[in-house]
């Protein structure tokens, strides 16, 4: 059937107008065409057609792509309530200058929001935790591995939660220790587990602190003995000469 002539003016000027090529103007019109329920409505079609402009999208492959990778944002929101930042792209771009250890590849081949989603066994991750796991990354400066390491240490020190002064406070922390190694970071945090549960044993072990042993006062060990027993260590502990002596010289007589 013939289409709307306002449909041809519209999508004409994504050439003439943004600069668009003829392909990525069709992909364009046939995903907004689809996604509206067959309208173009005119104000939609020219924002996204700015974008891409903007994007540089020359190629069907790239509009097809860009689509796709909208979607999935679109998904991410619906599912997890935040779109990730850090993507496979983004993460490979931050490993390029770090020797990736295989040893370690759990923590640092994979994004904070894979990581958590695989901690998870699979189940979407929340989006704060996702959003905070980001943080120590972009605002922090810590390596992807090593805030994946800390991430995890905190979810088994606080029995699956994520409090977010609490992690910052352990990010700020090994991030003035200079901790950049993923092998590093999970040292620190092995220690840090250890430490906690021997805290934890010895606060069951004895709940009311420890208990301080005052010496026993002289009188309790001599309130048994006999007025005979006192007198005679009393005359034992007066050196008898020694106060002679001195009452002599207090009298003058050094004789």
Same mark, same amino acid.
């Given at each position: 059937?013939? +289409? @709307? &002539? &306002? ?8 050439? $003439?107008?943004?600069? @668009? ?56 929101? =619906? ?22 250890? +295989? ?12 990581? $958590? ?17 980001? &943080? ?25 939660? @994520? ?22 970071? $999970? ?19 004895? +709940? ?20 005979? =027993? ?26």
């Amino acid at each position: 059937m013939e +289409p @709307l &002539s &306002s449909h041809v003016r519209l999508a004409e000027s994504l050439v $003439l107008k943004f600069g @668009l090529t003829v392909g990525v103007t069709n992909v364009l019109i046939e995903y907004v065409y689809s996604l509206k329920s067959g309208q173009l409505p005119k104000k939609y079609v020219e924002v996204i057609a700015n974008d891409w402009r903007n994007k540089q999208i020359q190629t069907v492959e790239q509009a097809k792509n860009n689509i796709e990778n909208q979607e999935k944002k679109v998904e991410m929101r =619906e599912k997890v309530g935040y779109i990730p930042t850090i993507t496979e792209d983004g993460l490979n771009r931050l490993n390029k200058e770090r020797n990736i250890d +295989p040893m370690y590849s759990k923590y640092e081949s994979v994004t904070p929001y894979q990581f $958590l989603k695989n901690l998870n066994n699979g189940n979407e991750p929340y989006g704060q935790h996702v959003r905070l796991a980001e &943080s120590l990354v972009h605002r922090f400066d810590l390596p992807v591995g090593v805030a994946n390491v800390l991430i995890e240490y905190v979810l088994e020190v606080n029995d699956g939660k @994520l409090p977010t002064k609490f992690t910052e406070t352990i990010a700020a922390d090994w991030r003035y220790k200079g901790v950049i190694g993923t092998g590093q970071a $999970l040292e620190i945090a092995k220690e840090s587990v250890e430490s906690r549960k021997q805290r934890q044993l010895n606060k069951e072990l004895n +709940p009311f602190g420890a208990k301080q042993v005052m010496p026993l006062p002289k009188w309790y060990n001599d309130r048994n003995k006999s007025p005979e =027993e006192h007198q005679l260590e009393h005359d034992e502990q007066i050196d008898f000469e020694k106060e002679r002596k001195r009452i002599l010289e207090k009298l003058g007589n050094k004789n």
